[in-house]
């Protein structure tokens, strides 16, 4: 078997026990819910995420800014992935700072994190949804595994699935971020048409 039919056949029954885990399907309902409803009521979406993540976090942010299906207003929402102020916080007061600082800085009560961790325990991760609670936001947690650090003080929480490989977790991760931006572009009753 070459390697792409093997990364294919194993994201596809990835893909396939999510579809079929009911609490993997309650978790995006509600995740969504809380996006909308921020949105409907002027808040910000933030993301962060680390490596890969953090590319899936900017992803998340430019389509809702820019354009994922529907000719639309664009919608308020950001990654946490500024080069200056990641490098500026890290150098002044540590990495595990670089998001959170970010989050004290601009969140308000009503904004939501979108919070990527495929291991679940990243340290920087963990601190801004620590920050986002403490601002009277609530936090989207995505991870590889179901009980993790980030997922005891998000709000929802997404369990991707272990694997050894962190790409395995970013690829499910990227199709839970398209499927929250097209049930965002759904909740406005924005047309593809």
Not at 42 to 57: D, H, I, Q, V, Y
Request: charge should be negative; charged fraction near 20%.
């Amino acid at each position: 078997m070459s390697v792409v039919a093997d990364n294919l056949l194993e994201n596809a029954a990835r893909m396939t026990a999510l579809a079929s885990d009911e609490n993997f399907e309650l978790a995006f309902e509600r995740a969504s819910s809380l996006m909308v409803t921020s949105l409907k009521g002027g808040g910000t979406l933030f993301a962060c995420g680390n490596g890969g993540s953090m590319t899936n976090a900017q992803h998340f942010a430019e389509e809702l800014t820019g354009r994922f299906r529907a000719n639309r207003p664009p919608l308020r929402a950001i990654a946490i992935s500024d080069p200056s102020h990641l490098t500026c916080v890290a150098n002044d007061y540590g990495y595990e700072y670089v998001f959170s600082k970010f989050i004290e800085a601009f969140a308000r009560p009503g904004d939501v994190l979108l919070a990527l961790s495929t291991s679940g325990k990243s340290a920087n991760v963990l601190r801004a949804a620590e920050a986002m609670k403490a601002a009277g936001g609530a936090v989207v947690a995505s991870s590889g595994p179901a009980r993790t650090a980030i997922s005891e003080v998000a709000d929802v929480s997404f369990a991707l699935g272990e694997s050894r490989w962190a790409d395995r977790i970013q690829e499910s991760e990227l199709v839970v971020i398209h499927s929250l931006m097209q049930a965002i572009e759904d909740g406005f009753g924005y047309s593809t048409e």
